[in-house]
């Protein structure tokens, strides 16, 4: 990861055809349904799956520019950005279109298993939801530092609760995602450490050295976000229907122009260097 920004106020770049979200979609929906090709060992009567076969069937190997953390319930909205930027070149690794498996992959493991010699059920439902979810968050983390910039979709369902103090939100996930990106060492891509100069960018030498009648509770997550600057939806859908007159070639033109045009690399690395100072 190299730089970072929360994108809020967002309406769309473009009309998708429904097939269009569906197969971008589709095309993260890896074969999990036969655990028997991931058994890596057997000792007594116990089979122990191979977690990194699971996460490289998860999680695409190919290289991406954006990640782009959402709620899942913005799922149609993320994939529409990620399909408008595709036209552009530019590659978006839409979270929800993995974390969506993990719960089919609980239910499978859970079908297809007993619990443990002295496991109770629910006790094995814990045991095996934690090491899914251990297994996508350590994943979610390598896509994190493989792309170079992270944008966190801010929408009234990925941050439903705001005060002057925190902002909150109910996805774990978010929570995580963000969490990580503030504390990653930065990352400058290749493509950028073989120009002969770079954006002028204050202090960055320096820096990139089961249900029971009762009340429900829901955890809330306070989210960390102060080291990505706000870009407005609407200056965001200028800088993208503004490229047909530019007529770039490369996916990383593109990058840098929306670098510049919306101001984040010398907000970004300011935001990151004030945080610092505070901590």
Same mark, same amino acid.
């Given at each position: 990861?190299?730089?970072?920004?929360?994108?809020?106020?967002?309406?769309?770049?473009?009309?998708?055809?429904?097939?269009?979200?569906?197969?971008?979609?589709?095309?993260?929906?890896?074969?999990?349904?036969?655990?028997?090709?991931?058994?890596?060992?057997?000792?007594?009567?116990?089979?122990?799956?191979?977690?990194?076969?699971?996460?490289?069937?998860?999680?695409?190997?190919?290289?991406?520019?954006?990640?782009?953390?959402?709620?899942?319930?913005?799922?149609?909205?993320?994939?529409?950005?990620?399909?408008?930027?595709?036209?552009?070149?530019?590659?978006?690794?839409?979270?929800?279109?993995?974390?969506?498996?993990?719960?089919?992959?609980?239910?499978?493991?859970?079908?297809?298993?007993?619990?443990?010699?002295?496991?109770?059920?629910?006790?094995?439902?814990?045991?095996?939801?934690?090491?899914?979810?251990?297994?996508?968050?350590?994943?979610?983390?390598?896509?994190?530092?493989?792309?170079?910039?992270?944008?966190?979709?801010?929408?009234?369902?990925?941050?439903?609760?705001?005060?002057?103090?925190?902002?909150?939100?109910?996805?774990?996930?978010?929570?995580?995602?963000?969490?990580? %990106?503030? /504390?990653? $060492?930065?990352?400058?891509?290749?493509?950028?450490?073989? #120009?002969?100069? +770079? *954006? !002028? =960018?204050? &202090?960055?030498?320096?820096?990139?050295?089961? %249900?029971? /009648?009762? $009340?429900?509770?829901?955890?809330?997550?306070?989210?960390? #976000?102060?080291? +990505? *600057? !706000? =870009?407005? &939806?609407?200056?965001?859908?200028?800088?993208?229907?503004?490229?047909?007159?530019?007529?770039?070639?490369?996916?990383?033109?593109?990058?840098?122009? +929306?670098?510049?045009?919306?101001?984040?690399?010398?907000?970004?690395?300011?935001?990151?260097?004030?945080?610092?100072?505070?901590?």
């Amino acid at each position: 990861m190299f730089i970072g920004f929360e994108l809020t106020d967002y309406q769309g770049l473009t009309r998708q055809d429904h097939l269009d979200v569906w197969s971008f979609s589709a095309l993260n929906d890896a074969n999990i349904y036969d655990l028997a090709k991931y058994v890596a060992s057997t000792s007594h009567t116990i089979q122990h799956l191979d977690a990194e076969k699971i996460s490289a069937s998860l999680f695409p190997r190919s290289d991406y520019d954006i990640f782009l953390s959402h709620s899942h319930a913005d799922q149609s909205k993320a994939i529409e950005l990620a399909l408008s930027l595709k036209d552009k070149g530019i590659r978006v690794f839409v979270d929800s279109c993995v974390w969506g498996h993990s719960e089919r992959l609980i239910e499978l493991i859970l079908e297809q298993s007993s619990p443990l010699e002295n496991e109770t059920r629910d006790s094995q439902i814990v045991r095996v939801s934690a090491a899914v979810h251990t297994l996508l968050s350590a994943a979610i983390h390598q896509m994190i530092w493989r792309t170079e910039a992270f944008v966190f979709l801010r929408t009234e369902k990925s941050v439903p609760f705001e005060n002057d103090v925190s902002d909150r939100t109910l996805s774990p996930w978010i929570y995580a995602e963000l969490q990580f %990106s503030a /504390q990653i $060492q930065q990352v400058l891509p290749l493509r950028l450490k073989n #120009k002969k100069s +770079l *954006p !002028s =960018v204050a &202090g960055f030498e320096s820096y990139m050295t089961e %249900s029971k /009648q009762l $009340q429900p509770y829901e955890m809330a997550f306070r989210i960390s #976000k102060e080291h +990505l *600057p !706000s =870009v407005k &939806g609407t200056d965001f859908s200028k800088w993208y229907h503004d490229l047909a007159a530019k007529k770039f070639t490369d996916p990383g033109e593109v990058l840098d122009d +929306l670098y510049a045009t919306c101001h984040i690399i010398n907000r970004y690395y300011k935001h990151k260097i004030d945080n610092l100072a505070l901590q």
